[in-house]
């Protein structure tokens, strides 16, 4: 089994972090990982974005050239990310910020309404972990146990307050 996810939006949406998650949730469970963060020369409002390969066997190359499935933020990642994405796979978007009259017929498309979801849960800024749940349940190598326990290495750690909520975001987007 292998995956192979491309993640992009706005530096400071976090991206990257989703990423992390998704890198750390593979060693966990002692498989095969390669994360590579890509991002611009600004902190916040510039692009970012990176690709995770989580693998049960070892990973030939850290270069992907079309992924099984993503995760966009925002309308430029959109319209950069679509054509990346190989026939049959899955892309989670982000509908509160993203207009999708530009579709591929032959993936699926996850539209998350990530505002109205994150304003049930009390913050705005979880929109990246809800979508990361919407993308979980298409998902070969990952889990919900695997991601709860991603999240207690890499933010229960430093900031436990914010556990439950990473963890509940995940599921509000799992379960939409």
């Not at 750390?24 to 498989?31: M, P, S, V």
């Not at 979880?126 to 998902?139: W, Y």
């Not at 146990?145 to 509000?172: C, F, G, L, T, W």
């Amino acid at each position: 089994m292998i995956d192979k996810i491309v993640l992009a939006g706005f530096g400071g949406q976090g991206v990257l972090f989703i990423g992390k998650i998704l890198a750390y949730a593979g060693l966990l469970d002692e498989q095969e990982v390669c994360w590579i963060p890509s991002y611009g020369p600004e902190m916040r409002g510039g692009t970012a974005n990176c690709s995770v390969i989580i693998s049960d066997q070892a990973i030939h190359s850290t270069v992907l050239e079309h992924a099984d499935a993503g995760i966009v933020l925002n309308q430029p990642a959109y319209e950069k990310f679509l054509p990346f994405i190989k026939p049959g796979g899955t892309l989670v978007v982000n509908s509160s910020a993203i207009d999708i009259t530009n579709k591929r017929d032959d993936i699926e498309i996850v539209e998350v309404p990530t505002t109205e979801i994150t304003s049930e849960l009390g913050n705005s800024s979880l929109a990246n972990m809800v979508c990361l749940g919407a993308l979980l349940n298409r998902l070969t190598t990952a889990n919900l146990s695997s991601i709860e326990k991603a999240i207690d290495e890499v933010v229960a750690k430093k900031r436990p307050q914010m556990r439950e909520v990473n963890i509940a975001a995940v599921k509000k987007g799992m379960a939409y």
